[in-house]
């Protein structure tokens, strides 16, 4: 999963993918993540575009393309979801720290 973190990828897929029923591949993952297939592809996106505010000069319209979103606003609302602040104000937090630290 980690190697098509920039691409769309729904249920269907990674059940074929995996070789699994719905059931089975939902089960798993929540026995071994607490959550189920599209939630943690969900983080890893996530944990994936706070690598990219941080490393790489990108703004949010870009990281939202790149990792395959379909709108600006829904990353945002995700990003949010998970993470309690807006892209802007974790951007904003990280830009603090690099400058603070230099």
Same mark, same amino acid.
């Given at each position: 999963?980690?190697?098509?973190?920039?691409?769309?990828?729904?249920?269907?897929?990674?059940?074929?993918?995996?070789?699994? *029923?719905?059931?089975?591949?939902?089960?798993? %993952?929540? !026995? @071994?993540? #607490?959550?189920? +297939? =599209? /939630? $943690?592809? &969900?983080?890893?996106?996530?944990?994936?575009?706070?690598?990219?505010?941080?490393?790489?000069?990108?703004?949010?319209?870009?990281?939202?393309?790149?990792?395959?979103?379909? *709108?600006?606003?829904?990353?945002?609302?995700? %990003?949010? !979801? @998970?993470? #309690?602040?807006? +892209? =802007? /104000? $974790?951007? &904003?937090?990280?830009?603090?720290?690099?400058?603070?630290?230099?």
């Amino acid at each position: 999963m980690q190697e098509h973190v920039q691409e769309q990828i729904d249920m269907n897929t990674l059940c074929d993918v995996f070789y699994m *029923s719905r059931s089975t591949l939902q089960h798993l %993952f929540h !026995k @071994e993540f #607490g959550c189920g +297939p =599209m /939630e $943690y592809f &969900s983080r890893m996106k996530i944990r994936r575009a706070r690598e990219m505010m941080r490393e790489e000069n990108c703004n949010i319209t870009e990281i939202a393309a790149r990792l395959s979103y379909g *709108s600006v606003q829904y990353f945002s609302r995700q %990003f949010k !979801k @998970e993470m #309690g602040m807006s +892209p =802007m /104000e $974790y951007l &904003s937090s990280v830009k603090g720290i690099t400058q603070a630290l230099r």
